[in-house]
């Protein structure tokens, strides 16, 4: 679980007036930014509970392909490492289902539960996230999917990459990726310039 340490408490350096700076800039057309994402479905650690993830593995290796597809338009290439099922004890997925994300936290980086293969970004995908459709916790790179959102899977996937990236919410668009709860994936200049920004500082360790 040493590998995972980082990937989960490294908070971004970038200050916010580094963010301004670089949201005034224009994209450019480079070489597509490539960085790791692996995805995992969490079930209860005992069998046939009701707090276990109902997806298969399949579901998420489609959701990854059409995460690319919207990532493409900024040219950054999800890599996936791994798509797995993992375990967790109920006491934690309840707290998952209250929206409350630092036990499983805790316990994945204490290695109270087993994470195979964790990439840079880590995608979590559980039967409930308290009433949201996905969580991203502050400063990590690891986000969480409801079983049943009310948004195309690879949208609210996608949007909490976006999070990942620096991205906040857009307000007045329902067409964008980051404006809550629709199946908008639009990125803006200034997004595009943001995210490929701080891919760069993650994979330079310096994010």
């Not at 964790?118 to 949201?132: D, E, H, K, M, W």
């Not at 629709?182 to 994010?207: F, M």
């Amino acid at each position: 679980m040493r590998f995972l340490v980082p990937l989960i408490l490294l908070v971004s350096a970038c200050s916010s007036s580094d963010a301004t700076v670089v949201a005034q800039a224009s994209p450019v057309d480079t070489e597509p930014i490539t960085i790791s994402m692996s995805l995992y479905v969490i079930d209860d650690s005992a069998a046939d509970s009701p707090l276990s993830s109902q997806r298969q593995l399949t579901e998420l290796e489609e959701i990854a392909a059409r995460m690319n597809d919207i990532w493409g338009e900024a040219g950054v290439e999800l890599a996936v490492e791994t798509v797995a099922r993992i375990e967790a004890p109920a006491a934690v997925l309840t707290d998952l289902a209250a929206g409350t994300t630092s036990s499983f936290l805790d316990a994945a980086v204490g290695g109270g539960i087993d994470v195979p293969g964790p990439a840079t970004i880590n995608g979590f995908y559980v039967r409930r996230i308290g009433t949201a459709n996905g969580m991203t916790p502050f400063g990590t790179r690891v986000f969480f999917v409801a079983d049943e959102p009310t948004v195309n899977d690879e949208r609210v996937s996608s949007h909490e990459v976006g999070h990942i990236l620096g991205l906040h919410h857009a307000l007045d668009d329902s067409g964008r990726l980051m404006f809550s709860g629709t199946n908008g994936t639009a990125l803006v200049d200034a997004e595009i310039t943001t995210a490929r920004y701080a891919a760069t500082g993650i994979l330079d360790g310096l994010r």
